[in-house]
């Protein structure tokens, strides 16, 4: 603990908040993963955007990165690595992130991915501890991509469905952070690791509410849904199911909770808004589609209701 440090371990946010001076803090945060996709440069474009989204989610400014890169120099060649390091680059121009520097590895599976530093205005910050009850939950990105890139490692991935989640998952959430900060948000998180229901679900925990999710409402990636009643589904979903069924109420199908718990990579910002009209259209004249889902609601015990389609 430090009484600069905003925000820490204790809520479970996207990153870590400390003030440096007055109206001004630090936004901290790290996220590196084994290859989701065969191409080594997309690859490390969606590394990038992914470990980009945490700053975007609370609000923040990315200013530097430093890589990280795990690789079997003697099994793969570094020339491969270097498509990789190029795909980060070029994500991270795009974000105006300057690369600083970073650290490698001898390792037996490849990683990358990137620390990354930003800066924040305090008073406009975004937290998943600032949610409140009545507010329209609103979803920034459609689901799918942990279904999508594990038929992608199967080899049984059709080319247009693959196409489109390497779009999505490299695709910033640069223009949905500024709607929001725009907006005046307080409450976000981007949704990730643990799926819509995990990461609602730490919202929901840090701000002491509870939630009811039209399950019809979610988007969800053209094609993910196939491939799923196909048997698609990874491992790290299988976990995030069973971690889930303590707290959802209302009966739901467990294909709809297999896709609402299905682990992400680069996904949407989840957002809390008491005008989700007003939202949906300054995202809208930023390029990107909002879809309003469910509410935050008084209820206690931190439940997550999911209305059948």
């Known amino acids: 603990m430090h009484p600069d440090l905003i925000v820490g371990t204790e809520t479970f946010d996207d990153a870590g908040v400390y003030s440096i001076a007055p109206g001004t803090a630090l936004v901290q945060t790290v996220d590196f993963f ?4 065969d191409d080594a440069y997309d690859w490390g474009r969606i590394a990038a955007a992914n470990a980009l989204s945490d700053v975007y989610a609370m609000g923040g400014r990315p ?3 430093l890589q990280l890169l795990g690789w079997p120099r003697d099994v793969i060649a570094w020339e491969v690595a270097g498509e990789v390091i190029r795909g980060g680059a070029d994500v991270m121009e795009t974000a105006r992130c300057t690369i600083v520097g970073g650290h490698s590895v001898d390792d037996p599976e490849p990683k990358y991915g990137f620390a990354v530093t930003g800066l924040v205005d305090p008073d406009r910050m975004m ?4 949610a409140e009850a ?4 609103v979803l920034t990105k459609p689901l799918g991509t942990g279904i999508v890139t594990t038929a992608i490692k199967r080899e049984s991935c059709p080319d247009e469905v693959r196409d489109r ?3 999505q998952m490299a695709e910033l959430n640069e223009a949905a952070a500024a709607a929001c900060t725009a907006v005046g948000i307080g409450a976000a998180t981007d949704v990730t690791g643990f799926g819509l229901l995990g990461h609602l679900h730490e919202m929901l925990r840090a701000s002491r509410l509870s939630a009811a999710v039209d399950v019809a409402a979610v988007p969800v990636l053209e094609g993910a849904a196939d491939l799923l ?3 698609f589904f990874p491992g790290g979903s299988e976990r995030n199911v069973k971690a889930v069924e303590s707290f959802i109420d209302g009966n739901p199908d467990p294909f709809d909770v297999r896709l609402l718990a299905d682990a992400q990579t680069s996904g949407g910002l989840l957002i809390g808004t008491h005008d989700p009209a007003r939202l949906v259209a300054v995202l809208a004249e930023s390029g ?3 879809h309003p889902i469910g509410k935050f ?3 206690p015990g931190t439940r997550i209701r999911l209305r059948s389609r």
Do not use: E, R
């Not at 084994?34 to 996709?37: E, G, H, L, Y």
């Open 229 to 231: 009643a196909a048997g």
């Open 127 to 130: 937290t998943n501890a600032a």
């Open 34 to 37: 084994t290859p989701v996709v």
């Open 288 to 290: 990107v589609d909002g």
């Open 134 to 137: 009545g507010q329209t939950l």
């Open 63 to 65: 200013l530097t990165a």
């Open 297 to 299: 609601t008084p209820d």
């Open 165 to 167: 989640a390497i779009a």
